[in-house]
């Protein structure tokens, strides 16, 4: 194999493993960034009673604010009560989805043989053969989303959003590794540049 084909290889396999990685996005109030800038101290908006006991509970609730506090605490803000006037307030949400990724994969190969035969070409072909196959795979997406509150107006001003899909064999370390990792992508672009 030469060193072309591997480094293919190794570039295809990386293309993939990004695709399949945690994808981010957030959105803020333009006319709020001068206060997102001036934040220093924060506290935590009570926990959002969902339907989805998968994701509302006291253990998810721990992972999400012990990812987030380690953040934005190595970010210099602090974690104060809500009787302290915190500059914002946190809170986040979660969702897990269902999804299917079909895949068709078109077997036409060429024509369909005919007796007639060319000696420079070989047998030549007429018409159509081969049968498409579907390739349908489900899989979990997993959504995390972060919501920063200005505790003076209680307008919502930064939002950060993190998709990934989500292994069927998530133990409680996996989880946290990927809410760890969720959590710092997410908070990479807070607060937002002018």
């Known amino acids: 194999m030469s060193l072309s084909s591997r480094l293919a290889g190794a570039v295809l396999v990386g293309a993939l493993a990004a695709c399949s990685g945690i994808q981010t996005r957030t959105n803020f109030d333009p006319s709020a960034v001068q206060a997102l800038e001036s934040y220093r101290t924060y506290s935590w908006l009570p926990m959002k009673e969902g339907a989805d006991t998968r994701i ?62 060319d000696p420079f070409f070989g047998p030549v072909a007429y ?14 997406e997993g959504t995390l989303i972060l919501d920063v509150v200005d505790a003076r107006s209680n307008n919502l001003v930064w939002r ?23 959590v710092e992508k997410i908070l990479k672009d807070f607060p937002p540049e002018k």
């Open 56 to 117: 509302y509970n006291s253990i998810i609730q721990s992972r999400v604010r012990l990812a987030v506090d380690r953040e934005l605490a190595e970010r210099g803000y602090r974690l104060v009560d809500e009787n302290q006037k915190p500059d914002f307030k946190l809170g986040w949400h979660g969702a897990i989805d269902k999804r299917v990724d079909v895949d068709v994969i078109n077997n036409f190969y060429g024509y369909s043989w005919d007796p007639w035969y």
């Open 127 to 140: 018409g159509g053969a081969g049968v498409p196959t579907a390739s349908v795979r489900e899989y979990r």
């Open 160 to 182: 950060g959003t993190a998709e990934a899909t989500l292994a069927d064999n998530m133990n409680a370390r996996k989880s946290q590794k990927l809410i760890d990792s969720a």
